[in-house]
């Protein structure tokens, strides 16, 4: 991509991790010249336009990841294709192409947002360099944006008890999934009747939480709230043919998963006159409740979560100001000791002063 230096135009030309330039008096002559030495270099023209470049690493990431992932990939590269305006080659791609389009997420969208489709192009690349052999990523030169991170909600004891008890026998059964496991949403919305061992009182949760994103089950004892629940549910439940445990009832999806349900929990925190929450929510208070009510430790409540990292399982706990609390107050009485001391200190000094 040319660029103005001391009143003339660059070409920039890099291939095979060399670069190559030269200087001309107009920006249109800079364009031709990186054209014609791109052509020069590459005789054959086996080169891989970046449209072809991103179809072929969806399609991986179509078979790989989830679907939320796969969508933030697919909509990121609708994106970036927008905003470049023409059908590059990937090696004409440069590291001004990414950083401008990054901060224009970030300036309409959010830095977050802008960091995110950074993660997602640089995973792109890498799989590029290490599949297509593609010599140069130019993701690894923008610095992400900083992002201050908001403290998680979750909600308190007293709204859960609120939540439960305006929900009805099914809408409880749905509930006892994720405070008696404290699983992510997708994992309760793939659940399947094979998973669920009411012998053994075991319930088997999947998640692609793993390095090569293949499905990974584990499994929980059930307590007794969930497995009478589930049974409830069992031998209620209205299409008996279905693997699947939760399935719409209503409506065009009908006998299908669920894939959101965003109504489910906005509704319930209404009639129950609560402050809304997500899923997600459910699964940091059953994190909470384990550590600060009954004082588990993180490693074991790492296992009930599934945490591949501990640091994970920590931020989800958020006791550590719980821990620094009582050393906080030993500081305050130290300090309040002094204070006392000095006070009486100079009392003593005054009254022996009017003494005279």
Known sequence: MPFRDRGMWRGVVKINGR????????????????NEFRKKSNPSGNSLSFKDFSDQYLALAKSKFSKLTYYQKEFMTKRFIKYLGLNLDVDQ???????????????????????????????M???GQKILDISYNPVTKIDCFPHDRKM??????????RLIAVADRKERAFLDCYLCTGARRSEIFNLKWEDVNFEKREIRLWTRKTRDGSMEGELLPMNNQLYESLRWYWENRIFK????????????NAGKP??????????????????????????RYVASTLADTHKVSAKTIQRILRHKSLQTT???IQNLNHDLAGVMELLDVKINQSTTESTTNKKSDLENLLSR
């Open 19 to 34: 670069r190559f330039t030269d200087s001309f008096e107009t920006k249109r002559e800079a364009i031709n010249w990186e």
């Open 314 to 316: 920590e931020r989800y």
């Open 125 to 127: 690349w890498n799989w």
């Open 152 to 161: 998680q909600y979750v909600p308190p004891e007293n709204d859960i008890l």
């Open 258 to 283: 669920f894939n959101y349900r965003r109504r489910f929990l906005k509704g319930l925190c209404k009639r129950a006159g609560i402050r809304p929450f997500g899923f997600h929510s459910l699964r």
């Open 241 to 252: 043919e279905s693997p699947f445990v939760w399935l719409c009832e209503e409506g065009p």
């Open 93 to 123: 791609i440069q590291p001004s192409h990414i950083h401008g389009y990054l901060l224009e997420q970030a300036n309409t969208r959010s830095n977050y947002c802008a960091n995110r489709d950074r993660k997602n192009l640089l995973a």
